[in-house]
């Protein structure tokens, strides 16, 4: 008997690697369109039921669309003047905060020369070869900078206009995709459109919620401790949660630095670290889980991996725009019989998957393993009391079930084999 060739596999697998290198190298070098495409998406489907109320009031449909992206910029423009606005408020105290700074610099410098024997010329040593390095590298940063701020004012302009035109021609685009997958079933297009629709939806209002609530909470604990501009901390850091995992804590770094620099001592830079923390771990655990629930059904390892993939290919715009794409994608995924096992890899494992006996079970489930025929088996014990003569003997019943439990040893039964047996 000849063993088959793996040749086909081998090329079909070598095409499939060619063809994402290829999709990642031209997704890299057109980022510069993309991503204004990508952000207009987003916006576009989020304030679609804003649009679809001014329809429903007969506004008509292109004023309709344009009111909501000038209601997204007017909030977008607030949000912005409210972080500028307060910056320059504190830029006011910056000399008493940068006297402070240096105070905390000077016992930092001399608890280094008690512990550890470092002099103060050391340390300005080290800090004047950084600042050589830094310098040297000045020009790609500036370069870097003003590049950035191309892309803004650019993104700026296309985004609001994209977002309009994909408000108005949204059937326009609908039908597009009834067109190019002909062979597939409309009504499976129009549901996978619709179940894209939705996880996207769910994922962006759902996280504009858990914004304004972590947003509050990191507020309100600033407030305890008596930082000052708790609001603008707070909003800040919250407002980083764009910033899957790693934003919260990001955005604890400038409330504790400022309170190093303006109270008396480090337990509130500390405290405020801790509750920063302690509110990542309340929004990862309760309060996103519970908003958005699971119509964004992502398991945490595959959504790190997607990011680090989005912050390589688009930088800081890739790690805002990972987490949608990818539910995206394992909707897409789902849909298509060959593709079905990647969007199962996606998702979130069910229960099943982390029991204790799990592995046995889906042994079980694949039929690796033969389901054992288990019966219940009932223990009887039977007590007579018979102590007086001249009273009626009395029996005590009681029974207790046993079942087979599910460590033992699974054994093959040789009546099934036969019957399995070809005649």
């Known amino acids: 008997m000849e063993t088959p060739s793996n040749k086909p596999y081998a090329i079909n697998l070598a095409a499939s690697l060619f063809a994402l290198v ?9 980022q510069g369109v993309l991503l204004p495409i ?13 649009a679809r109320l001014f329809e429903n009031l007969r506004l008509g449909k292109a004023f309709s669309a344009l009111l909501a992206v000038i209601i997204a910029i007017a909030v977008i423009s607030a949000v912005l003047w409210f972080i500028v606005h307060q910056s320059i408020i504190i830029g006011r105290d910056a000399s008493a905060i940068t006297e402070k700074v ?33 310098l040297e ?12 701020i191309g892309n803004m004012l650019a993104s ?74 708790a609001w603008f901390f707070g909003t800040l850091a919250s407002l980083l949660m764009l910033l899957p995992y790693i934003g919260i804590a990001i955005g604890s770094i400038l409330p504790a630095l400022f309170a190093l620099a303006t109270k008396d001592t480090a337990w509130y830079a500390l405290g405020v670290v801790a509750w920063f923390q302690v509110v990542q771990f309340l929004e990862g655990n309760i309060i996103t889980p519970n908003i958005v629930g699971s119509k964004v059904s992502i398991n945490p390892l595959m959504a790190i991996i997607g990011i680090l993939l989005g912050g390589m290919l688009f930088g800081l715009a890739g790690l805002i725009l990972a987490l949608p794409f990818i539910a995206t994608l394992k909707v897409i995924f789902d849909a298509i019989p060959s593709m079905e096992a ?42 007579i009391n018979t102590a007086e003569s001249n009273a009626a003997p009395q029996s005590e019943l009681s029974y207790k079930e046993i079942h087979e439990s599910e ?15 070809p005649e």
């Open 38 to 50: 990508l952000f207009a998406t987003l916006i576009s489907i989020s304030l679609f039921p804003l």
């Open 22 to 30: 290829l999709i990642l190298a031209l997704l890299y070098v057109a």
């Open 156 to 229: 700026a302009i296309l985004v609001p206009l994209y977002s309009f035109f994909m408000l108005y021609y949204r059937d326009f685009f609908r039908e597009f995709f009834f067109k190019a997958f002909k062979s597939t079933p409309q009504a499976k297009v129009d549901e996978v459109l619709n179940k894209i629709y939705t996880v996207v939806q769910s994922y962006l209002v759902g996280l504009i919620t858990v914004m304004g609530i972590v947003a509050v909470l990191n507020t309100v604990g600033l407030m305890l401790m008596d930082i000052e501009y």
């Open 137 to 148: 590298n000045a020009g790609g940063v500036i370069t870097a900078t003003f590049g950035s």
């Open 102 to 134: 240096l105070s905390v610099l000077e016992d930092g410098q001399v608890w280094l020369q008690e512990k550890f024997g470092i002099g103060k010329n050391q340390v300005l040593d080290k800090l004047k070869e950084q600042g050589n390095k830094t």
């Open 342 to 383: 990647f969007g199962f890899l996606i998702g979130e494992p069910e229960k099943q998957h982390l029991k204790r006996n799990s592995t046995q079970e889906l042994l079980m489930k694949w039929g690796i393993v033969r389901t054992p025929k288990t019966e219940n088996k009932v223990k009887v014990d039977i007590t």
């Open 407 to 421: 460590d033992i040893p699974y054994t093959e039964d040789p009546k099934e084999d036969e019957k399995q047996k």
